[in-house]
Each structure stands twice: as structure tokens, then as C-alpha cells.
């Protein structure tokens, strides 16, 4: 899937959670998200993205969920 693609949603996902008043909440909540309703392809190549570009573009909620929630991302369905 195309990487901007992936980022505006991963974004919009953040914006949503962004308004959750309990910061670790919403963290979880947006790796949780992720982790239910992407493929694993494309949950990889976030992740990816956040490794080698050091996740640009990506809001910092977002970054801050990925970055401490990574291993969540990586679980087998």
C-alpha cells in the first residue's frame, strides 16, 4: 500500500484518540486499532517507515503508540 496512504490514516486513527483524556489510553487505543483492523502487511511497512524515516509525517501521538506499543504491532492474528 502506498506509505502516505498509510500515514494519513494512521493519523486520522490518532486524531480520533488524540481526544481520550487518559494519555496511555489513547496510546494503546491507537495501537489497538491498528493491530485489529490493518493487515500485518501493512501494519510492517509502518513500521518500517518509522525505522528507516524515522516515522516523518506521522503526528507524534501516533509515533509516541508505535514506538511503545511496537511489539503489539508484531503479534500473529
Known amino acids: 500500500m502506498d506509505m502516505q496512504n498509510l500515514i494519513h490514516m494512521a493519523n486520522q486513527i490518532g486524531d480520533f484518540f488524540e481526544t481520550v ?31 528507516a524515516q524515522s516515522g516523518a509525517g506521522l503526528k507524534s501521538v501516533v509515533l509516541e503508540a508505535l514506538r511503545l506499543h511496537r511489539g503489539d504491532l508484531l503479534l500473529h492474528d
Open 21 to 51: 483524556p487518559d494519555r496511555e489510553e489513547a496510546l494503546s487505543g491507537i495501537v489497538n486499532h491498528i493491530r485489529n483492523f490493518w493487515e500485518p502487511r501493512m501494519r510492517l511497512q509502518l513500521l518500517e517507515h518509522v525505522d
